[in-house]
């Protein structure tokens, strides 16, 4: 069965730092393509990352002026996003999502909505002192 699971959010202080991970089941992360999307209070889902299945295409949303990395980890079947100097305007509930069909990031992250096979739960940031 397909699933994605979220985990690592959490309350942090201002310029602190976050690992989110993004754990894959029924499939193998290195055959997908995995975007991170975020949903603050009040707002719409919006694209922060992505990695395409072969590691050659990533994207990063440039909101985040080089804040966070993307990564993957065959070996755990599983998918990261490292958020360094975190703000409080990065307060969001942090979801990944598959593109099983493995298209490249720009498109991923323009058509998410209706490209999106899989979604995961969600997992909690809070930035605040």
């Known amino acids: 069965q397909a699933q994605l699971v979220e985990s690592g959010g959490g309350l942090v202080e201002p310029g602190g730092s976050l690992r989110l991970s993004c754990v894959v089941s029924g499939f193998d992360v290195e055959d997908i393509t995995i975007g991170w999307f975020r949903q603050a209070p009040g707002k719409e889902h919006e694209a922060v990352s992505c990695?395409?299945?072969?590691?050659?295409?990533?994207y990063s949303a440039d909101y985040l002026k080089g804040r966070f990395t993307i990564t993957r980890d065959n070996a755990n079947n599983a998918v990261y996003l490292q958020m360094n100097s975190l703000t409080p305007e990065d307060t969001a509930v942090y979801f990944c999502?598959?593109?099983?069909?493995?298209?490249?990031?720009?498109?991923?992250?323009?058509?998410?909505?209706?490209?999106?096979?899989?979604w995961g739960r969600g997992t909690q940031v809070t930035v605040s002192s």
């Open positions: 990695i395409t299945a072969h590691g050659r295409n990533t």
């Open positions: 999502a598959a593109d099983t069909g493995g298209y490249y990031c720009s498109s991923f992250v323009t058509n998410f909505r209706r490209s999106a096979d899989i």
